[in-house]
C-alpha cells in the first residue's frame, strides 16, 4: 500500500531534488528500475519500507515544522516556489524545495514580481540553478506537467489591494487639490479682495487729511498763606492732583455737544467737513443729523489727560493745515475760558461769604452797643466799676472816721466820772456812721427799693461789655477775610499754561495707507480664522 501511494505522488507532482547523498550510502536513483517506466506500476518496495531520500526529506519537513515559521513566511515561500516553477505539495516543503535548490525563501521581494508576466514561469537564474538532480543517462524521469500558468489568489488579492491603495491615494490627492483649491478661493474672497479694496480706497481714494497737535496745563497760583499754612494742602499744591478736578472738567468740556455746536457756529465746523472734495466715506452730509456731526467730531477731536504729568494732550485733523491750526486755537481758547469761568464762580462764592460774615458780624456788634447803653440807661450807671469805686472810699472814709470816734468815746468812759454832754453827741455820731455804712454797703449787694442791686447791675453791664469786645473782634476778622476774598477775586487763581503751540504741518498726515491695508488684512484673517473654526466646530457636534 506504501508503494502505491508513492508512486502515485511520483505522477501527480514534479520530482523533488533532494540533497546528494552521502559517502557510504545509496542515492535515490541508483536502481536503474524504478518503476517509472512504461507499463503496469511494478512493486518496488515489497517489504512497504521508505528509501532513504524520503527519509531524509520528511526529517527536514520536520526540522522545519520545528523552526516556528509564521503563516506569512510560508505563504511567501509558497509563491517563491511558484516563481521558479519548482513543485512543492504543502508550505513547508516550498521551504525544503527552494532550501534544497539554493535559494533563500523569506529574501524580500516585491509582491507583483510573483505575478508572471505573458501566462510565463519565471526562469530561475543561473546562479540559483539546481544543483541536487543526479546526472545520468540512466536516470529516467516522468515528464514535467506545465500546469496552467493562473495567478493564485494570494496574487490575485495583492494586485487588488495594490490596486485599491493606488485608487485610495489618487482620490486623496484629488481630495487635497479640491480642498486646497477652495482654500485659496475663501482666502481670496474673504481676505485678499477686501484687503486689496481697502488698500486701493486708502492709495486712491482717501482725502489726505492733516493733524496738528497740541498741549496744555492748568497750573494753580501759588496762595502765600496756604504756602505759610503748611499742611496737606501746601503739599500738593504743585502737583498735578491739585487740578486733576479742573483739567477733567476742561476735557469733558472740550469732547462736549456743547463745544462742538460753538466750534460750528463761530468757524464753520460742519461746513468745512461737508465740501465735495472730501471722499465720500469721510465726508459729512449736508443736511446730517446732529448725531453724525458729533460722531465725526469725536473722530476727528482727539482730547486725551494724562494724570501723571497733568497734560491734556490734543489732536485736531481737518482736510487743510490752516483749518486745523484755527480750530485747535479756538479749542484752546475755549478751554481757557472754561478754566476761567470755573475759577470765577470760586472767587464770586468766596466774596460773597466774606460779605455776608462781614454784615452779620456788623449787625451784632451794633446790637451789643445798644444792649449796653439800653442797660446804663436803665440803671443811670455810667460805668458799673465807678459806681463801685466810689461807694466803697465813702465806706472806708467813714470807716476811718467811725474808728476814731469809737476811740474817742472809750477815752471818755475810761475816766471815773465820764462827761456825759460829751459822750452822748459823740455816741449818736457813731451810730449815724454805722447806719450810713450799712446802707452804702446795703447799696452795693442789695437794694431796699426794690431795684437790682449795684452787683447785679455791674454783672449786667460787664457781660455787654464783654459781648461788644467780642462782636468787635469778628468784625475785625470779617473785615480781614472780606480784604483777603477780595485780592483773592481780583487775581486768577486757575490758569492754562500752553506747552506745546499749534503748527501747521507740510504733509498729510492720514491716511497711513501701509499701516491701515495691514491692519485691514489682519482684521480679515481674524474674522475669517474665527469663522472657520466656529464652522468647523459645528460640524464636528453635528455629526459626533
Known amino acids: 500500500m506504501t508503494m502505491k501511494l508513492t508512486a502515485k505522488r511520483f505522477r501527480t507532482r514534479r520530482p523533488e531534488f533532494p ?27 515489497p517489504a512497504n519500507l521508505s528509501s532513504p531520500a524520503e527519509v531524509a526529506s520528511e526529517a527536514t519537513m520536520d526540522k ?71 546526472q545520468g543517462d540512466t536516470v529516467q524521469l516522468p515528464q514535467t506537467i506545465k500546469p496552467i500558468q493562473v495567478p493564485s489568489t494570494e496574487a490575485r488579492a495583492e494586485v487588488n489591494h495594490a490596486a485599491d491603495i493606488m485608487k485610495i491615494q489618487r482620490d486623496l490627492s484629488r481630495r487635497r487639490r479640491r480642498k486646497s483649491s477652495l482654500l485659496i478661493a475663501r482666502l481670496v474672497f474673504f481676505v485678499l479682495l477686501p484687503t486689496v ?41 504743585g502737583s498735578p492732583m491739585a487740578t486733576s478736578q479742573d483739567s477733567i472738567a476742561v476735557q469733558g468740556y472740550l469732547q462736549s455737544r456743547e463745544a462742538m455746536l460753538r466750534l ?35 473722530r476727528n477731536f482727539q482730547i486725551a489727560y494724562d494724570p501723571t504729568e497733568g497734560l491734556i494732550k490734543m489732536e485736531v485733523i481737518a482736510t487743510t493745515p490752516e483749518k486745523s491750526v484755527e480750530f485747535a486755537n479756538a479749542l484752546i481758547e475755549y478751554a481757557e475760558g472754561q478754566v476761567d469761568h470755573l475759577t470765577q464762580r470760586l472767587r464770586e462764592d468766596q466774596m460773597a461769604g466774606a460779605r455776608e460774615g462781614f454784615e452779620d458780624a456788623e449787625v451784632k456788634m451794633m446790637d451789643s452797643q445798644r444792649k449796653v447803653v439800653e442797660l446804663q440807661e436803665k440803671f443811670k450807671v455810667l460805668s458799673s466799676e465807678v459806681e463801685v469805686t466810689l461807694i466803697t472810699s465813702q465806706i472806708g472814709q467813714l470807716e476811718t472816721i467811725l474808728s476814731q470816734d469809737r476811740l474817742s468815746l472809750q477815752q471818755m468812759q475810761s475816766n471815773a466820772r465820764p462827761n456825759a454832754a460829751r459822750m452822748d453827741p459823740l455816741e449818736r455820731r457813731i451810730a449815724a456812721l454805722e447806719s450810713e455804712i450799712a446802707s452804702l454797703r446795703g447799696r452795693l449787694t442789695q437794694s431796699a427799693d426794690g431795684t437790682q442791686s449795684l452787683a447785679q447791675v455791674q454783672s449786667e453791664l460787664l457781660v455787654a461789655q464783654a459781648d461788644v469786645q467780642t462782636r468787635q473782634l469778628m468784625l475785625a476778622q470779617s473785615i480781614q477775610s472780606m480784604e483777603t476774598a477780595r485780592s483773592e477775586a481780583n487775581r486768577q487763581t486757575r490758569y492754562l499754561s500752553l506747552s506745546v503751540k499749534p503748527i501747521p504741518p507740510d504733509e498729510a498726515t492720514y491716511p497711513r495707507a501701509f499701516e491701515s491695508t495691514l491692519v485691514a488684512a489682519l482684521i480679515f484673517a481674524g474674522v475669517y480664522l474665527m469663522i472657520s473654526m466656529t464652522a468647523a466646530i459645528l460640524r464636528e457636534q453635528i455629526t459626533a
Open 19 to 45: 540533497a546528494a547523498p552521502a559517502e557510504g550510502q545509496t542515492g535515490l536513483f541508483d536502481n536503474a528500475d524504478d518503476g517509472f517506466g512504461p507499463g503496469k506500476f511494478p512493486t518496488a518496495n
Open 64 to 134: 522545519i515544522k520545528q523552526e516556528g515559521l509564521t503563516g506569512r513566511q510560508l505563504r511567501m515561500a509558497r509563491k517563491l516556489a511558484q516563481k521558479y516553477g519548482l513543485p512543492a505539495t504543502s508550505d513547508f516543503d516550498a521551504v525544503r524545495v527552494l532550501r534544497a535548490a539554493g535559494v533563500d525563501p523569506f529574501q524580500r521581494t516585491s509582491m507583483l514580481d510573483l505575478v508572471t508576466s505573458g501566462g510565463r514561469p519565471v526562469q530561475m537564474p543561473e546562479s540559483r540553478a539546481l544543483t541536487n538532480v543526479p
Open 197 to 237: 479694496v481697502t488698500g486701493w480706497y486708502y492709495y486712491m481714494v482717501a482725502t489726505p487729511l492733516y493733524a496738528t497737535k497740541s498741549e496744555f496745563v492748568i497750573q494753580q497760583a501759588q496762595n502765600p498763606t496756604a504756602a505759610a499754612g503748611g499742611g496737606l494742602g501746601g503739599l500738593l499744591s
Open 264 to 298: 460750528d457756529e463761530e468757524h464753520e465746523f460742519r461746513a468745512h467737513y461737508s465740501e465735495p472734495g472730501i471722499d465720500p466715506i469721510q465726508r459729512l452730509e449736508p443736511d446730517a443729523t446732529l448725531e453724525a456731526a458729533y460722531k465725526l467730531y469725536k
